[in-house]
């Protein structure tokens, strides 16, 4: 059985706006991770490591899918720990004026060997913080 992470937020704020949060390194920096060489290009590659300066995770993703203010999708590996590779999709959908975020982290359960920093757990707390910031973010830039 693969295990997922969904998460659900409205974010007051308009499609175009979300969007470019979700897919403008600039703004990622604010709410998201510092990833200097992110691409939007299908088949791009990006690469980061939590914040903080440890360097302990590295992350390593490659975009599968974009349609612009609807759906970015990209793998989530971590290289160091584990040869699993999970999905990560954000969908995007206005209703009265405001967004609604849609995210979900699918095939966890090939973390697994990867160890305890990596339990389903850790990454629906850590999606469910990421969610708030993204909000924060957002609905506090006017």
């Excluded at 059985?1 to 969007?19: G, L, P, Q, R």
């Excluded at 995007?92 to 405001?98: A, R």
Aim: some cysteine; charged content about 30%; glycine content about 4%.
């Amino acid at each position: 059985m693969k295990t997922n992470v969904e998460k659900e937020v409205i974010i007051n704020a308009s499609i175009d706006k979300v969007w470019k949060a979700l897919t403008n390194k600039e703004e990622m920096k604010h709410w998201y991770f510092d990833i200097p060489d992110f691409s939007l290009e299908k088949d791009a590659i990006f690469n980061f490591f939590e914040p903080g300066g440890q360097n302990k995770f590295w992350h390593r993703c490659q975009v599968e899918e974009v349609i612009p203010n609807q759906i970015f999708k990209h793998t989530w590996e971590h290289p160091d720990f584990s040869k699993a590779i999970t999905h990560l999709t954000w969908k995007l959908s206005e209703k009265d004026g405001q967004t609604i975020v849609n995210l979900n982290h699918d095939n966890l359960d090939g973390l697994a060997e990867a160890g305890d920093d990596f339990k389903v757990e850790n990454y629906n707390a850590g999606w469910t913080e990421i969610l708030k910031n993204l909000k924060k973010y957002l609905e506090n830039m006017e």
